[in-house]
Nanobody
Framework: QVQLVESGGGLVQAGGSLRLSCAAS????????MGWFRRAPGQERELVAR????????YYADSVKGRFTISRDNAKNTMYLQMSSLKPEDTAVYYC??????????????WGQGTQVTVSS
């Protein structure tokens, strides 16, 4: 199983930027689809962005499209989430996850511990 550790969260004013990192160890990082999820207080966990093993294909939730950029560096076993034009509604615990694609859906089985992002108005 892959081990994941997030970093880079914090407190930022609305309109500001943050970059989250997710460091992976234990298995071959480049084998995995990777994703960033978030859970806001009182809400369900939601997928924010997803990236293919090579980094050539990405997906974004409509709520972050045009503001967030997901990327990965397979040589460094690290994934990133560059967040810009942050809004108070982006406040949440952000989790990175590793998984696979089963032909019709994605299965995320490895999870980090999460990093808090707080956007003040």
């Amino acid at each position: 199983q892959v081990q994941l550790v997030e970093s880079g969260g914090g407190l930022v004013q609305a309109g500001g930027s943050l970059r989250l990192s997710c460091a992976a160890s234990g298995r071959t990082f480049s084998d995995y689809y990777m994703g960033w999820f978030r859970r806001a207080p009182g809400q369900e966990r939601e997928l924010v962005a997803r990236i293919s093993p090579s980094g050539g294909s990405t997906y974004y939730a409509d709520s972050v499209k045009g503001r967030f950029t997901i990327s990965r560096d397979n040589a460094k076993n690290t994934m990133y989430l560059q967040m810009s034009s942050l809004k108070p509604e982006d406040t949440a615990v952000y989790y990175c996850a590793a998984g696979s694609y089963g032909g019709t859906k994605y299965y995320f089985t490895g999870w980090g511990q999460g990093t808090q992002v707080t956007v003040s108005s």
